[in-house]
T-cell receptor, first 115, second 113 residues
Framework: ETGVTQSPTHLIKTRGQQVTLRCSSQ?????VSWYQQALGQGPQFIFQ???????GRGNFPPRFSGLQFPNYSSELNVNALELDDSALYLC??????????????FGSGTRLTVV | DQQVKQNSPSLSVQEGRISILNCDYT??????FLWYKKYPAEGPTFLIS?????DKNEDGRFTVFLNKSAKHLSLHIVPSQPGDSAVYFC????????????FGTGTRLTIIP
């Protein structure tokens, strides 16, 4: 059983640029969620996808967007990068309705630095 | 608005003793509460969860207690081991259509050999 894999592990971008982060869900999971973890903070929910549709969104602006593909892999896109977007971005997968009971499986994250 | 709070940024415990990590929440609509452990350069790892209709759940060395009237939960680790040194996050979740995790800010647990 494979876990959640994210790529790349580290990334440096310039303010105003666009970035795409990728995630492969754990085998058998049909939902994927993205979280942003700033330094010294807990992860903050960005959005969740189920069956390729957005299934919930946190308090993030529209320049944060996502995709889920038929094989349950996912992308997080951030446009017009700002310095405050510098953070660890975590992807988590689960089966719908079971994440809270059995735990969401997290990847190791992508560390994004915006300069 | 911090709906899930972990008021102790750090905790040190002697190896073999009990570690108690605390968490408070404000939203009475949460359905489940979860604890995650995080090592540096790794993603959070799920430890244990508890339904809002229960007051205790146990899994090996880990026990979570929920006090709904006080909106408080705690994680007990007995006995504490050096490998338990990590940052522990408390999180709360709804279910079925409201499955986002709301995390606390974490408590760094250090086990002293």
């Amino acid at each position: 059983e494979t876990g959640v894999t994210q790529s790349p592990t580290h990334l440096i971008k310039t303010r105003g640029q666009q970035v795409t982060l990728r995630c492969s869900s754990q085998s058998g999971h049909n939902t994927v969620s993205w979280y942003q973890q700033a330094l010294g903070q807990g992860p903050q929910f960005i959005f969740q996808y189920y069956r390729e549709e957005e299934n919930g969104r946190g308090n993030f602006p529209p320049r944060f967007s996502g995709l889920q593909f038929p094989n349950y892999s996912s992308e997080l896109n951030v446009n017009a990068l700002e310095l405050d977007d510098s953070a660890l971005y975590l992807c988590a997968s689960s089966s719908l309705g079971q994440g809270a009971i059995y735990g969401y499986t997290f990847g190791s994250g992508t560390r994004l630095t915006v300069v | 608005d911090q709906q899930v709070k972990q008021n102790s940024p750090s905790l040190s415990v002697q190896e073999g003793r009990i570690s108690i990590l605390n968490c408070d929440y404000t939203n009475s609509m949460f359905d489940y509460f979860l604890w995650y452990k995080k090592y540096p350069a790794e993603g959070p790892t799920f430890l244990i969860s508890i339904s809002s209709i229960k007051d205790k759940n146990e899994d090996g060395r880990f026990t979570v207690f929920l006090n709904k009237s006080a909106k408080h939960l705690s994680l007990h680790i007995v006995p504490s081991q050096p490998g338990d040194s990590a940052v522990y996050f408390c999180a709360a979740s709804g279910i079925f259509g409201n499955e986002k995790l709301t995390f606390g800010t974490g408590t760094r647990l250090t086990i002293i050999p």
